[in-house]
């Protein structure tokens, strides 16, 4: 604390100032700290030699020989202790006390009596009247200075203490915070009005002590604040701090933070604790990127829904997962910040194509977007507007300056209406997020719709995939992939032109696994690029082996995954492994997925030129299902189509598939191109194939792929066919 009434050793004492002057025209008081001390009474000799006792130490000191005069004197200056006697003309002492009490009590202008020294009556009467302390005349100048300082050091410590409290109550109003005081000895619990407002409690008869208001925390939260509180108390840690839930007046539940510090006793034992309660929700539950609201809020509002439909209070509701279709190729291409504002205008596009009244928008993760449909007729509603925010995103979006489309797949989770019991409204939620996740990827795998209701064999699906996931990891250093290939035969030619490489997965314990399973695997972790790099080496290798065994280039085919083709470094790795097996660059065919190629066609154009300029040739994949643009397919630079064995398929049952066949080997023609025709099946396909112009094709027809040592046989063989009509 500090000693303010202590008077200042700088200030020199003018001794004849303080009694040349007379009191009352004494000049107002300067920046000088010196406490002021009025001397009231009526003998000049008492205020002369009360005068320099004070002087002498070093205050100021002014005068009056009366009380109205006193009370004139305290009213234009700054005086800090009245030294007072008892009987004065006009005015005597006690009045005087009692008007000056009026205007300052006793801690703002302490009042020491100056009393004759029997008056014992006189100076009870003093204290009623007010007065702080008295001195008996004749002045002993050790006990006057020893009571002045005294009152001053009082005075100034309570001056302090108001200040203090002046000062909290004034933050304490301005912020926006609750404050809390907490005696830990007693019990008591002060809670600010504004601590009660943010949680909603405005029973002014509730009163809580100790640690009751724990009842307003979230029973999930309560068991972590009271271990931080614990921690600090014990003074393991140096102040009080906890981000916890807490009713709200909706009784659904805010974020806070709970920051505090412990007073200790002499003994060194917590024994009271007082701090601030900020409301946190918005940073909380705001996804920072978007402005939606994040998973955890969405959470809570799901968690809201379940309890309604749990107390019959509302029909069913629906729940919409919604992910970007290869989002990571938006931001491997135009960067984070590229990734990111084009997040912003898909959600704002989301956002205008939802009816805000009964649903919420959040953004849940990187590119996973869900919507709460409150409330639902049936599944119906909730098609609806998954068809709804799917035309939302036929109109391309604007990254980077340049203009792309995005699809995007839904999943679909209705909650039940049967009154199944769920468990908590919390488990209840978490089981409704998977359900519509689950049908999300379900979605994902489907070419002709992307959205999709969750059935429950697709949670079994999704634990399945996850776990492949994980084996998938170890698949190239256990040894468990391998390469099959399948001979494309030209159609005049009628030998073995090449070899499709395909990949096969044997796991120890799972067995087969088809690559249409576990390559949307590899693609959505990230593990492509390294499966499809062993991939173009182990078929180059090959590819060598069969020219260094029959002296002629035999062409090899490998598919490569979009995300493969746009990785970094791609070029760099197809020319090192070209150079490490040796292989000429023009018996090896890439063969990309027509309708990957197709969501971003300008920005792979430049990746497969520098492919060609390096020798190697272009296919395209599945062709017919990516709704190539002409404009795109032109600028490509391409060398192969591969009709798509759907169409292959249904030649014989649809007029318009064999009109896309012919159209493509046409197109093919005029593009000069060649064209292969997959999943020959039948000697009629073949037929009607080489009838209308196809230069080679694939199929089980001629044979499944097999592995490179029975393929190699097939480069000897002619083959031999009936011709058609
Ligand atoms: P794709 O590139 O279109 O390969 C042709 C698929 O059709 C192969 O299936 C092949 O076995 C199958 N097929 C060939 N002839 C016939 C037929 O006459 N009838 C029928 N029903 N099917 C036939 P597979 O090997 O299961 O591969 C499926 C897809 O997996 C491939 O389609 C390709 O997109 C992908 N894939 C396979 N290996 C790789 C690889 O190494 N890298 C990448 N990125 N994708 C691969
Ligand atoms: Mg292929
Ligand atoms: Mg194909």
Redesign the pocket.
């Known amino acids: 604390m500090h000693d303010l009434g202590q008077p200042k050793s700088d200030i020199q004492w003018n001794p004849v100032m303080p009694i040349a002057v007379p009191a009352i025209d004494r000049p107002k008081r300067s920046n000088r700290h010196a406490p002021t001390v009025l001397i009231v009474d009526d003998d000049p000799a008492t205020r002369e030699i009360v005068s320099c006792m004070l002087s002498l130490e070093g205050y100021d000191v002014l005068e009056a020989d009366n009380g109205r005069k006193a009370l004139a004197v305290v009213k234009e200056s700054t005086v800090d202790l009245v030294l007072l006697d008892v009987q004065m003309p006009e005015m005597d002492g006690f009045r005087s006390v009692r008007m000056l009490r009026q205007m300052f009590d006793l801690s703002e202008l302490p009042v020491v009596m100056m009393a004759a020294s029997d008056g014992s009556e006189q100076i009870i009467e003093a204290f009623d009247c007010g007065v702080n302390d008295y001195v008996c005349k004749p002045i002993d100048r050790a006990i006057l200075l020893a009571r002045v300082k005294t009152q001053l050091r009082v005075r100034a410590a309570q001056k302090e203490l108001r200040d203090s409290e002046a000062r909290y109550a004034l933050v304490s109003r301005g912020t926006n915070d609750g404050v809390w005081d907490w005696n830990l000895i007693t019990g008591e619990l002060y809670l600010s009005p504004r601590w009660r407002a943010m949680v909603g409690v405005d029973d002014p008869n509730w009163n809580p002590r100790g640690a009751d208001w724990l009842v307003l925390v979230h029973r999930e939260d309560r068991k972590r604040v009271l271990t931080d509180l614990e921690a600090h108390l014990c003074g393991e840690t140096s102040h009080f701090e906890t981000e916890l839930r807490m009713q709200d007046r909706s009784q659904g539940h805010r974020w806070m933070l709970c920051r505090g510090l412990a007073i200790k006793d002499s003994s060194g034992l917590a024994c009271r604790i007082a701090g601030s309660l900020t409301d946190i929700t918005e940073g909380k539950v705001a996804d920072a990127l978007t402005g939606l609201p994040n998973r955890m809020l969405f959470h809570d509002r799901v968690e809201r829904c379940v309890e309604k439909v749990l107390r019959r209070q509302s029909r069913s509701f629906a729940i919409l997962y919604l992910d970007v279709d290869d989002f990571k190729l938006i931001n491997d291409q135009f960067g984070h910040d590229g990734g990111d504002q084009f997040l912003v205008s898909f959600s704002q596009r989301l956002d205008n194509a939802i009816r805000k009244s009964d649903a919420v928008l959040a953004r849940i993760g990187g590119d996973e977007f869900a919507i709460l449909l409150e409330s639902i007729r049936g599944l119906d509603d909730a098609i609806l507007v998954a068809k709804r925010l799917q035309e939302a995103l036929m109109t391309p979006f604007k990254v980077g300056g340049r203009d792309i489309l995005v699809r995007a797949s839904v999943g679909i989770a209705i909650a039940d209406t049967t009154g199944q019991n769920y468990g908590n409204s919390s488990a209840a939620v978490d089981l409704l997020l998977t359900q519509a996740d689950a049908a999300m990827y379900q979605a994902k795998t489907q070419l002709d719709s992307s959205y999709c209701v969750f059935q429950s064999e697709m949670l079994d699906a999704t634990a399945a995939k996850l776990e492949l996931a994980g084996e998938l990891r170890y698949a190239i250093e256990r040894n468990e992939l391998t390469?099959?290939f399948?001979p494309i035969v030209g159609l005049s030619s009628n030998r073995t032109e090449g070899f499709?490489?395909?990949?096969r997965w044997r796991h120890p314990v799972y067995g087969f696994v088809?690559?249409?399973e576990f390559?949307p695997i590899a693609e959505s972790k990230g593990l492509?690029v390294e499966?499809?790099e062993w991939?173009l080496r182990e078929a180059c290798q090959q590819a060598v082996k069969w020219r260094n065994e029959f002296q002629r280039d035999v062409m090899v085919s490998?598919?490569?995954?979009i995300r493969?083709l746009t990785s970094d470094g791609f070029v760099k790795t197809v020319l090192d492994i070209l150079d490490s097996t040796q292989l000429s660059a023009g018996s090896l065919k890439l063969?990309v997925?027509e309708s990957l190629l197709m969501q971003q066609p300008e920005q792979t154009i430049a990746i497969l030129q520098s492919l060609r300029e390096i020798g190697t040739k272009i296919s395209i994949?599945?062709f017919g299902t990516g709704y190539s643009s002409l404009a795109y397919l032109h600028q490509m630079p391409l060398d192969v189509l591969?009709v798509d064995?759907s169409f292959v398929n249904g030649m014989f049952d649809s007029e318009k598939h064999l009109a896309i066949v012919r159209t493509i080997i046409g197109l093919a023609s005029s593009l000069q191109l060649q064209v292969i025709a997959?999943?020959?099946?039948t000697v009629e396909q073949l037929q009607k194939l080489q009838s209308l112009g196809c230069d080679m094709i694939?199929?089980?027809?001629l044979s499944?792929?097999i592995p490179a040592a029975d393929a190699i046989k097939l480069l000897e063989r002619k083959w031999d066919w009936p011709q058609g009509s």
């Open positions: 390469l099959v399948q499709e490489a395909l990949l088809p690559p249409n390559i492509i499966i499809g991939v490998v598919n490569v995954s493969q063969e997925t994949d599945d591969k064995r997959e999943g020959v099946e694939q199929g089980y027809f499944k792929p």
